[in-house]
């Protein structure tokens, strides 16, 4: 079994960015006398950054356990998948720039009912990821021409008929 954190120095960037957001947000909630439109718009801009803090705060709490048996989220929000009921898995790129250099991978496998989400921010993403594709591929399930790219670019080696589906 192997267990995977998320570094809360990869985290500090997110917490950066809720804290900015909600007091730039609430803070001419408490302060300024705001008309009713301003008042539900800061106001749900306020609470996005809030849930987005709790998210993060979330992520640093949760751990990931890839066993034999099948790959179990630890906390708040925990779940666990069977290998034997993965049902899909899916790995996609989400860009911070228009050419598509920096960005944040996450990886979603799907079975019996749950959904398990892995941001590449946490601990050993590429071997996490490398199973993952692994056991899919061993079920049988089809993996998606954005996931066999995205596994391509972390240097995942996909059997032959798999890599050629992405042409298909």
């Given at each position: 079994m ?13 917490y ?81 720039q ?19 989400r ?51």
């Amino acid at each position: 079994m192997s267990i995977h954190y998320y570094d809360p120095k990869a985290l500090t960037g997110d917490y950066v960015r809720a804290g900015i957001g909600f007091v730039l947000t609430a803070g001419p909630l408490i302060f300024v006398d705001l008309n009713s439109v301003m008042v539900y718009l800061l106001g749900g801009l306020a609470l996005l950054f809030a849930v987005f803090g709790v998210r993060t705060a979330q992520r640093q709490v949760t751990k990931l356990e890839l066993a034999d048996e099948g790959v179990r989220s630890v906390g708040p929000a925990g779940a666990a998948i069977r290998w034997d009921d993965l049902e899909r898995v899916e790995l996609r790129f989400f860009s911070t720039q228009r050419a598509r250099r920096d960005g944040w991978m996450q990886l979603k496998l799907k079975g019996g009912g749950r959904v398990i989400r892995v941001d590449s921010t946490i601990s050993e993403f590429t071997n996490i990821a490398r199973v993952a594709a692994f056991k899919a591929i061993s079920a049988g399930l089809p993996l998606d021409r954005y996931s066999i790219s995205n596994f391509r670019a972390l240097n995942v080696d996909l059997p032959e008929d798999v890599a050629n589906a992405e042409n298909g």
